[in-house]
């Protein structure tokens, strides 16, 4: 049996993948993740152990419950240029009452800056409490001027530089600087994406 009909996509689409014209989609990823028992990590960064049935890959629980709670959807956040949000809310979310939802704030991702890992109307939980230290090298919610925007944050210990890195090549870094009016709001700790 063909690769591509265990894949259920056509075989022009599975050669242009192989020749890397174009990029797998996330539910396609999902499928090869759980069809090879490939880790899904490992297929969007090349980071860590590529097999699932590594002894050393992290096991996340979650604690089981059956209160939920709500978290207003408060605005869309920009995967691209920082730009104005408007509050006002999208819908909700419900999360475990086990997590500190007072800390949590919800916003609808909006374009493509932060592809593969963030995806256009994911929505995204950012915790609102991390400290100042716990920053560095992770995705953040963060308010510049009048615009925010959703990117990973590097500290360039020897420069002393901090940037907003996307993981999209085709957009550019941010480099913070005096000039500009920076917020960070929070890091992001939940992400939620529908595969309708």
């Known amino acids: 049996m063909q690769i591509s009909s265990v ?3 056509n075989q022009g689409n599975y050669s242009r993948l192989e020749k890397n014209n174009i990029e797998p989609n996330m ?3 999902h499928k090869i993740s759980k069809l090879y028992s490939v ?6 960064t090349g980071e ?9 890959l ?6 089981v419950t059956h209160e939920m709670k709500e978290i207003p959807i408060s605005a869309e956040i920009s995967a691209g240029e920082p730009i104005e949000a408007i509050d006002h809310e999208l819908g909700v979310v419900q999360v475990s009452s ?5 800390s949590l704030v919800a916003f609808r991702v909006n374009g493509a800056s932060m592809k593969p890992v963030v995806q256009h109307n994911d929505i995204v939980i950012i915790n609102r409490d991390c400290l100042e230290d716990c920053y560095d090298n992770r995705i953040v919610a963060v308010r510049i001027d009048d615009g925010i925007t959703l990117k990973k944050f590097v500290l360039d210990h020897e420069s002393k530089n901090a ?4 993981f999209n090549l085709q957009y ?3 480099k913070l600087n005096d000039n500009m009016d920076i917020r960070i709001i929070g890091v992001l700790d939940y992400l939620i994406r529908s595969f309708k």
């Open 27 to 29: 539910p396609l990823l």
């Open 172 to 174: 550019k870094p941010i």
């Open 7 to 9: 894949l259920e996509i």
């Open 39 to 44: 880790n899904l990590h490992w297929l969007l």
């Open 98 to 102: 086990a997590l500190p939802v007072e």
């Open 163 to 166: 940037w907003l890195f996307p």
């Open 58 to 63: 992290p096991k996340v629980s979650f604690p």
């Open 48 to 56: 860590g152990n590529m097999l699932l049935d590594s002894p050393d």
